[in-house]
């Protein structure tokens, strides 16, 4: 059976509810008959229902201003490109494995709602890219938003409140040093590889009793019943070049001057790669601290000037507690 797209989902959800509010039956169909065909519309204007204009729903005003963030509240995520490794050394003296992330002039490229899409979404826009190397379906996608041509986009679902308006841009201060990310990439390819690289089996014995089978897979199946190789048999194959998330990862610093973002451990990808980056899950970071739904500049401000911001490592040396 098809999987139902969430749109069509959502405009049953509006017309049973409509209907189910409306004290009329008969005036509540036409109004009804409005919105689920918007869904398979292009035109959003009136629609001639019954010999009636109906006027749709007055457009969502979506403001770029600052708001209050609350347990239920989900903000965007922004697009970064890994830059490598390196390590640093904190205020304690101790030793920090740093990756660092380019925040490359991320703007919104596109609002969904749910009046029309059935789902409060954000299109992030990431990179420059010239009209020469992008089809013109995606042209036309850019220049019907009236934003630049961008090199990667995605998708961040969001709650209403956490909507910003076409043309936003998004920087390093989104974020705070001290929270927790959730940072999502696509791992280095390895190629085809064997079993012991690829599972970690500890292959056959070196000496005695092999004979040229020191790293193979041993055994994969039965005798005749039942017959066959069951299915996700951990075998040699292609490695690497699969979607992979690393949670709670540290912020350590930022610097607004140059986009730049350092966080601890390690990110997925190779250097060069893009990777999504948003609030941690598991770790929830501290709302009261969070810009929301992000970090509105000023207009006098000079983001050449700005200092680079440092987690808050306590005023407690960690290598005197064991005294």
């Avoid at 009804?32 to 006027?55: E, H, K, M, Q, W």
């Avoid at 697009?79 to 990756?99: E, Y």
């Avoid at 690497?240 to 610093?253: M, P, S």
């Avoid at 999504?276 to 970090?295: N, V």
Wanted: hydrophobic content about 35%; charged content about 25%.
């Amino acid at each position: 059976m098809a999987a139902v797209p969430r749109g069509l989902i959502s405009r049953i959800n509006q017309f049973l509810s409509i209907r189910s509010i409306t004290p009329s039956s008969s005036e509540s169909l036409p109004h009804c008959s409005f919105f689920l065909l918007r869904r398979f519309s292009s035109d959003t204007g009136s629609v001639d229902v019954g010999g009636s204009d109906i006027i749709g729903a007055p457009n969502r005003i979506i403001e770029a201003k600052q708001g209050e963030m609350s347990q239920s509240s989900r903000r965007t995520g922004i697009i970064a490109v890994k830059c490598g490794m390196t390590a640093l050394w904190d205020k304690w003296g101790a030793r920090v494995p740093i990756s660092i992330l380019w925040v490359d002039d991320n703007i919104v490229s596109q609002v969904k709602t749910v009046e029309k899409e059935g789902i409060f979404a954000l299109q992030i826009g990431c990179g420059q890219k010239k009209p020469k190397h992008l089809s013109k379906a995606v042209v036309g996608h850019f220049r019907a938003q009236g934003v630049p041509l961008k090199r990667k986009l995605r998708e961040f679902p969001v709650t209403e409140d956490a909507l910003l308006p076409v043309g936003t841009s998004l920087g390093v201060r989104h974020f705070v040093p001290g929270q927790y990310v959730d940072v999502t990439g696509i791992t280095r390819g390895k190629g085809f590889q064997g079993c012991m690289k690829r599972h970690g089996f500890s292959g056959m014995p070196g000496s005695h009793g092999a004979s040229l089978s020191h790293r193979s897979g041993g055994s994969t199946g039965q005798r005749d019943a039942p017959g066959k190789v069951f299915k996700g048999k951990k075998m040699a194959g292609r490695m690497g070049a699969d979607q992979r998330t690393v949670k709670n990862v540290w912020v350590y610093k930022i610097d607004p001057a140059r986009n730049l973002m350092w966080v601890r451990g390690q990110v997925p990808g190779a250097e060069g790669n893009f990777v999504f980056i948003k609030d941690a899950w598991c770790k929830k970071p501290d709302i009261s601290k969070l810009p929301f739904p992000t970090y509105l500049a000023p207009e006098d401000e000079d983001p050449s000037e700005l200092e680079p911001l440092v987690a808050d490592l306590g005023e407690v040396d960690p290598f005197m507690l064991a005294e």
